[in-house]
Structures are given as C-alpha cells and as structure tokens.
C-alpha cells in the first residue's frame, strides 16, 4: 500500500493524497471496523429498518445529504436489482 502503482497512473501525481486519505480511512484496528457492520447485522431493534446508516461509534446517523436525494435512491435501487437481483425460492 505504500507505492503508487496500485492506482491508476492518473492518480499517481496525487499519491501522497490518495495515501493520506487511504490511510485515514482505513485506521484503527480489524474489530473496531467491524463494529457497525456487526451491529447492523445482529441488533434485534433495527429489524424492519431500512435507509440506516450506522456510524463508526456502532450507533445510527443522519446519512449525507446525496445519499437522502431521490435520484440517488432511485439509481441505487436500480442498479442494485439489475446487477444483485434477489431471487425469492
């Protein structure tokens, strides 16, 4: 993860950002950065709850501004059953 040849050569000028913001993302150890997926998975009292997003504290947030946009739902809704369509059996 410390060479600009993963990224594509466009990027790579801007390496030591990508980098940096890679870096602070991803910081903090594997358990911590499971923690809300784990929630979100197994808390009983989100059963039934749709359009949550579940913070890095493994606690519920209001979503960013483009993701409460009606268009943005909709071709994400879109997107998502055309390519991971859900097959009832």
């Known amino acids: 993860m410390r060479s ?3 990224v594509s050569p466009g ?3 801007l390496w030591p950002l990508v980098r940096r913001t ?3 993302a991803t910081s903090g ?3 911590v950065a499971a923690r809300p997926s784990i929630l979100a998975a197994t808390d009983a009292s989100l059963d039934g709850q749709t359009g949550l ?3 890095p504290d493994a606690r519920p947030v209001a979503p960013f501004r483009a993701g409460r946009d009606p268009r943005t739902v909709q071709a ?3 997107l ?3 390519l ?3 097959t009832l059996t």
């Open 4 to 6: 600009p040849k993963i």
């Open 22 to 24: 890679f870096e602070r």
């Open 29 to 31: 150890p594997a358990s």
């Open 53 to 55: 997003v579940i913070g």
């Open 84 to 86: 991971a369509p859900l």
């Open 80 to 82: 998502s059953r055309q």
């Open 76 to 78: 994400v809704l879109r």
């Open 11 to 13: 990027l790579r000028l």
